[in-house]
C-alpha cells in the first residue's frame, strides 16, 4: 500500500491492471490463447500484460472494452477534463 508521500510508479500500474486482467480473464473462465484470440493479439502478449510487462495502450484499450471496462475509463477521463477545463487558472 502506498503512503500520501510515496508517488506511484508506472510499474506499479501496470502490475496492478495485469493482476485486474487476469483476475477477470479467470472469472470468465477464459484462457489466455482465448482472450488473445478475441482480441487478435498473441498469447505471449496477453501473458506479458498480465505479468506487468510493457503493452501497448492498443492492447490495454482493447482488453478494457472485451472486459466491459473502457466505457468506465473513458467517463472517468471525460469527468476529469471537465474538473480541469473548470479550473479557474490561477495565473
Excluded: H
Excluded at 486482467?21 to 472469472?27: A, G, P, Y
Excluded at 482488453?63 to 480541469?84: C, G, M, P, Q
Amino acid at each position: 500500500m502506498q503512503n500520501m508521500f510515496e508517488s506511484i510508479e508506472i510499474k506499479d500500474v501496470k502490475i496492478e491492471v495485469g493482476r485486474l486482467m487476469k483476475t477477470i480473464r479467470k472469472q470468465r473462465q477464459l484462457t489466455q490463447s482465448e482472450v488473445a484470440e478475441q482480441l487478435g493479439v498473441s498469447r505471449n502478449t496477453i501473458q506479458n500484460m498480465e505479468s506487468g510487462k510493457n503493452f501497448t495502450i492498443n492492447t490495454l484499450l482493447k482488453i478494457l472494452k472485451e472486459f466491459d471496462l473502457l466505457d468506465k475509463l473513458y467517463r472517468e477521463v471525460l469527468s476529469e477534463r471537465k474538473a480541469i477545463e473548470q479550473t479557474k487558472s490561477l495565473y
